[in-house]
């Protein structure tokens, strides 16, 4: 067989399992994943652009500018670890860094059966398909635009500051409520592994701060907030992104397999 045609194969191999990977990402619904498995970094010599739509880009659209959406806590789905007071101050923050970037508001509501959003948390099947699966694993799940589902896995030890938690096991509230958001907005997961739609989350950790991939993918939504200016990504941000840059070598285990099938198939073609 001619080396030219070992080459094609293995370029047919690469882009289907590229295709297939991303794939994956935007079928799934959500997931706030705490395992390494999702290392899709290889790919970002693919353009700086990694966020990720749903199927079909669905967006929020009401017909008034700034367009205002209201969210609200099931009465009867809250967990008796945390205070109300803490919760509602938790999603406040994570709903003002979304509003800060893009001209959309959020307004916490009393009513929940009719909030556009509505939050809650819930334990193993909870009637929607997708059960939680206890401590660790799956944190939490959101649905695309415009659903407004945003479910967090009760089983978790929910923390919002980890000075007063101790748990090796505990998860930021804030957190994975800031991920979730992003959802409920549109965005599915990115590749960019500081990007708050990063899909992977280890205990302890606390990152609530939006990347550019994150405002970017946000922005190209819903336009920019006019208050927003480039300016506003803090020094922390260009440090991190150089780290991104740094890291590009590694590779992960779909990185290692396309390689290998490349070397079989220069082995076996030549
Ligand atoms: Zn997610
Ligand atoms: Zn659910």
Not at 16 to 44: C, V, W, Y
Not at 46 to 69: D, E, N
Not at 237 to 263: E, G, H, P
């Amino acid at each position: 067989m001619s080396l030219l045609f070992s080459y094609s194969l293995s370029l047919f191999f690469f882009f289907f399992f590229f295709f297939l990977n991303l794939h994956a990402l935007r079928a799934s619904p959500d997931t706030g994943i705490l395992s390494s498995e999702h290392t899709n970094h290889h790919f970002t010599l693919h353009g700086t652009r990694r966020y990720v739509y749903f199927t079909g880009k669905p967006r929020w659209v009401r017909p008034m500018t700034p367009m205002t959406l209201t969210y609200a806590f099931s009465p009867d789905n809250m967990i008796n670890s945390l205070s109300l007071s803490d919760i509602r101050q938790v999603f406040k923050r994570a709903f003002a860094r979304w509003a800060s970037v893009i001209p959309v508001s959020f307004a916490e509501s009393e009513d929940y059966g009719f909030a556009d959003i509505r939050i809650g948390f819930y334990s193993g099947d909870h009637g929607d398909g997708e059960p939680f699966d206890g401590v660790l694993g799956i944190l939490a799940h959101s649905f695309s635009p415009e659903s407004g589902r945003l479910h967090l896995d009760a089983a978790e030890t929910w923390a919002v500051d980890f000075g007063m938690e101790k748990s090796p096991v505990a998860v930021d509230l804030e957190s994975v409520a800031t991920h979730e958001i992003g959802h409920l907005l549109g965005l599915g997961h990115s590749l960019v592994k500081e990007a708050i739609m990063y899909p992977n989350l280890k205990p302890r950790d606390k990152k609530v701060d939006l990347q550019r991939d994150d405002i970017e993918g946000v922005q190209a939504l819903y336009g920019s907030n006019p208050n927003y200016t480039v300016g506003d990504l803090s020094e922390s941000y260009i440090s991190t992104n150089l780290a991104v840059d740094f890291r590009t070598s590694r590779q992960s285990k779909w990185a290692n397999f396309i390689l290998a099938l490349i070397i079989i198939c220069l082995c076996i073609c030549n």
